[in-house]
């Protein structure tokens, strides 16, 4: 008797959205949470994956009527890096990188080398992108603007 190993795969999901859901309400259960542990030094990422058409861009950037999770993220960011500030004097600073992983590459989007990045471990920061571009900004409209220009340096 031959048994083949089941081809059915369980998932488990945090949150569900109906097609109803706004990007605020995707914020509010997935994203927000993480910013208390991001202004005490801890890393976090959003990550956004699914087909072409599937709606990633709207959900992680929107427009101007209807700000996205990384606009959202950003504006609370920066508004709660000034509240500590003036409440207890710690100073932030923001740097922001954007890549792309395509086929297990990375490409650093605000370079204009043509070239792929190495993903390293550092003892004390824990993961790197080795030679990835860092750009320090001061506002949720500067990181667009940075995002604006990865676009425009990678525009085919």
């Known amino acids: 008797m031959h048994t083949h190993p089941s081809r059915e795969k369980r998932y488990a999901f945090d949150h569900v959205f109906d097609p109803s859901a ?9 994203t927000r949470y993480l910013l208390a542990g991001v202004l005490e030094g801890y890393n976090a990422t959003v990550f956004a994956y699914g087909n072409t058409g599937a709606g990633k861009t709207h959900t992680m950037i929107g ?4 700000p996205g999770i990384m606009v959202l993220t950003l504006q609370d960011l920066f508004k709660l890096s000034e509240r500590a500030g003036h409440e207890n004097g710690t100073k932030f600073r923001v740097t ?3 890549i792309e ?4 590459n990375l490409r650093d989007l605000l370079s204009t080398a043509d070239e792929y ?4 471990e550092d003892p004390i920061k824990g993961p790197v992108i080795s030679g990835v571009t860092e750009v320090e900004t001061g506002s949720s409209s ?3 603007e940075v995002s604006k220009a990865s ?4 525009a085919v």
Request: a negative charge; hydrophobic letters at 40%; charged letters at 30%.
């Open 22 to 30: 706004v990007n605020v309400d995707v914020y509010e259960n997935t």
């Open 63 to 66: 427009s101007i009527e209807e």
């Open 96 to 98: 922001v990188s954007f």
């Open 101 to 104: 992983v395509y086929n297990e």
């Open 117 to 120: 990045l190495d993903l390293r």
């Open 142 to 144: 500067e990181v667009m």
């Open 151 to 154: 676009d425009a340096t990678h």
